[in-house]
């Protein structure tokens, strides 16, 4: 999904957000300027480094984190470690994975750019640089997506404009939160792959979503196959409700709407309509679900 280069990179924001081949500064002034950020290019102890609370990876392959250590071990760390200042420690913006190399390398202290920036900057930070290097999953993706909408407070249009990404592709990434922590995994680990993932998505709810992923597995089904699978569990979903309705004798048109809340929102819903008064009942198991419709509803 992601293969063009976003449209602010890394350099956009280690420049300060100043056009190309406009210098930055790497001296502590003496005198700062209060209205300009002070950028320091220290090296630092191991020790004194965190890892953010925003990095949105959460797996980081041994093998190639052997191999980045072989490469400092050779030729040291060639660009320095993004880092603000958080008490009297250094925590990480951009550069986890040069971090934990410089670990196994048995480095004692490391190139850091110190940089006064925000809760909000580092998150964005975090994030372009796992995408443009491309090493994130998808759930990771969709979590860091989750967490910038959090701290900027944006829509999803906003989010994608930040990244360089269009909205679609945001909103596909988004999505994969509302599958159950199982099948996340599964996504995560490339159990499934993000086309299996958007498919079980049409499924009405939690458990027929792990039960299709469970067989799509054990059978080695591709995209399409399970696609096909989901059809058919939905036309025969939809004909059983249709047959309930026609004894009941309920309008169609009201049955077409209920399914549709269902099939949206991926929970059991209940429309009752009256004349004067009408409800729409929508169903949750526990807090998880009830905070997932609710953040899809608010989103909608």
Not at 24 to 49: G, M, N, Q, Y
Not at 90 to 100: H, K, N, Y
Not at 271 to 279: A, D, E, L, N
Request: proline share 4%; aromatic share 4%; hydrophobic share 40%.
């Amino acid at each position: 999904m992601v293969d063009r280069r976003l449209g602010r990179g890394l350099d956009f924001f280690l420049s300060g957000g100043k056009p190309q081949g406009q210098p930055v500064s790497s001296v502590v002034r003496s005198e700062p300027d209060a209205r300009k950020p002070i950028d320091e290019v220290v090296l630092a102890d191991l020790d004194t480094l965190c890892v953010s609370p925003y990095q949105p990876r959460r797996v980081f392959a041994e093998l190639e984190l052997n191999e980045l250590a072989d490469s400092i071990r050779t030729s040291g760390i060639l660009q320095p470690i993004l880092a603000r200042r958080v008490g009297e420690r250094l925590e990480i913006v951009a550069g986890e994975r040069r971090w934990r190399a410089a670990k196994l390398a048995g480095l004692a202290k490391v190139p850091v750019l110190v940089r006064a920036i925000t809760d909000q900057d580092s998150a964005v930070f975090g994030l372009v640089e796992n995408l443009q290097r491309e090493d994130l999953n998808a759930i990771e993706k969709a979590h860091g997506f989750r967490v910038l909408m959090d701290k900027l407070q944006a829509t999803q249009e906003e989010i994608a404009k930040r990244v360089g990404l269009d909205r679609s592709s945001v909103a596909n990434f988004l999505r994969l939160l509302d599958l159950p922590e199982d099948v996340q995994a599964h996504v995560s680990r490339g159990t499934l792959s993000m086309g299996h993932a958007r498919s079980l998505l049409a499924l009405p709810d939690h458990e027929a979503i792990s039960k299709a992923a469970t067989e799509a597995i054990k059978q080695a089904w591709s995209v399409r196959v399970l696609e096909a699978k989901v059809k058919d569990a939905m036309e025969q979903s939809k004909a059983g409700s249709s047959s309930a309705a026609k004894s009941k004798g309920r309008p169609v048109w009201l049955n077409e709407l209920e399914e549709s809340l269902v099939e949206a929102l991926s929970t059991p819903v209940k429309v009752r309509y009256g004349r004067k008064r009408s409800q729409i009942i929508i169903e949750c198991a526990g807090r998880e679900e009830f905070e997932r419709v609710f953040q899809r509803l608010k989103n909608a």
